[in-house]
């Protein structure tokens, strides 16, 4: 009898555990079930797709909340439903564009919330340092492989064929390359904030340091190039010298790989014509308004026609623009939700990547903080230069934008990377 009292008392001081994210779950789940079913259509079986769209996606939610609650899990209580925000943003777009690809998305964003508790429940995550050469060097196999034997789509080998299964291992190397990265800089953190040699006007660790750091970094571009993958080149660039000068607070680390990708830029443009094509299309896209720059021109009228608060979820045309739902659901929510929901969109994003450089800087463990930096650069210079695309600021680089872009590889490894920063959010690891 005592023993059944006291587990109902567990329960109860369990659920009254994490109340503001059962709070901003409640409206996420609001949102996402109205949004939806507005989105699909104004029939009987088009609001019975939205209900289960959007059920389906808030009893995900309920059950990790839940899970959290029972084990009195300390993560930060913002990060899941910033991330819930996102995912009905995307079944939004998704389920205007086609149900059955929302439907296809919402399979997806479940296996990503099962695997969340795996990142996101204690466990040593640290001794991945250990394992950093295996991690870098896998991550490498996988584009060699991809860029050799992989499957051609848009003139780009992206994808990797298992059987029945296809899936981006860019995606997944993206994350090894953050581990790798972390373990080195972790564990030659003096080293290489307190350079001992010189390169022109710039202090530089000695270069048996800066060797296996760079030696991986000019192979991943190098197999990036034979991919075509212009996007995932600038991405893991960015990363890789954004990650050193946070750990040594070296300005070189900003300026010279700045100088460096200028100049490449340069050259890639002027060696590769793939390239060329897109810097063309980037600086006048009129010059080829049904060719080339047909993306590009329809982004700007799907933008225009939206104005401050959209034509209506399910009434725009963006949706009609090749690779909306991968590469330009940002137009789409343009179109529809106007400059408004745009900017909730982007405002979300912001605020994900701000909780999440808020957890790792405050995270006590060299590696882990660094992993966390990883993770969440990874996302942040995703969206600025997916943003940047369609403002013309910089050329289209066909990434897409996390946790809202259609896609299962990329869904499903974000998700488990915000279990990796719950994990690190958690209160018994501050500093």
Not at 297 to 316: C, P, Y
Not at 328 to 339: A, H, N, R, S, T
């Amino acid at each position: 009898m005592l023993s059944r009292r006291n587990g109902r008392e567990y329960l109860l001081a369990g659920f009254h555990h994490r109340r503001l994210e059962r709070r901003l779950l409640l409206l996420v789940t609001v949102i996402a079930l109205i949004g939806i079913s507005a989105s699909v259509g104004s029939s009987s079986s088009a609001w019975d797709a939205g209900l289960r769209l959007g059920g389906g996606l808030s009893v995900g939610l309920l059950c990790l909340h839940l899970l959290f609650c029972l084990l009195r899990f300390s993560g930060d209580e913002n990060l899941l439903p910033l991330c819930g925000f996102l995912c009905a943003l995307s079944l939004t777009v998704l389920a205007g564009i086609s149900p059955s690809l929302a439907f296809r998305q919402l399979r997806w964003i479940l296996l990503g919330f099962a695997l969340v508790p795996l990142g996101a429940l204690p466990r040593e995550w640290a001794s991945l340092a250990d394992y950093r050469y295996l991690v870098g060097m896998s991550g490498l196999g996988l584009l060699f492989v991809t860029a050799f034997f992989g499957v051609e789509q848009g003139g780009a080998r992206l994808w990797l064929e298992i059987g029945p299964v296809q899936f981006q291992p860019g995606e997944v190397v993206r994350l090894g390359l953050g581990v790798f990265i972390a373990g080195i800089l972790s564990e030659n953190s003096q080293l290489f904030a307190h350079p001992t040699a010189r390169l022109g006007p710039f202090s530089i660790p000695e270069p048996r340091h800066l060797t296996p750091l760079l030696t991986m970094w000019v192979l991943f571009l190098f197999v990036l190039v034979v991919q075509r993958d212009l996007g995932s080149a600038v991405l893991y660039y960015a990363l890789f010298a954004l990650l050193s000068y946070a750990a040594t607070g070296q300005k070189v680390y900003l300026v010279l790989p700045l100088l460096m990708g200028g100049m490449g830029g340069v050259l890639a443009a002027w060696i590769f014509p793939h390239v060329a094509v897109r810097f063309d299309i980037w600086l006048d896209p009129w010059s080829s308004p049904r060719g080339a720059g047909y993306q590009i021109v329809q982004t700007m009228f799907a933008l225009a026609n939206g104005g401050w608060f959209g034509r209506g979820l399910g009434r725009g045309f963006a949706r009609t623009i090749p690779a909306s739902h991968t590469d330009l659901p940002l137009v789409v929510i343009g179109e529809e939700l106007g400059f408004a929901g745009m900017l909730a969109c982007l405002t979300a994003e912001f605020l994900l990547a701000a909780k999440g450089l808020t957890v790792s800087v405050r995270c006590g463990h060299p590696f882990l903080r660094l992993l966390g930096l990883a993770v969440v650069l990874g996302w942040s210079l995703s969206v600025v230069l997916v943003a940047g695309g369609l403002l013309r600021l910089v050329p289209l680089t066909g990434l897409v934008t996390p946790f809202v872009s259609y896609g299962g590889t990329a869904m499903v490894i974000n998700l488990f990377s915000l279990g990796l920063l719950l994990n690190i959010s958690r209160r018994e690891i501050w500093s």
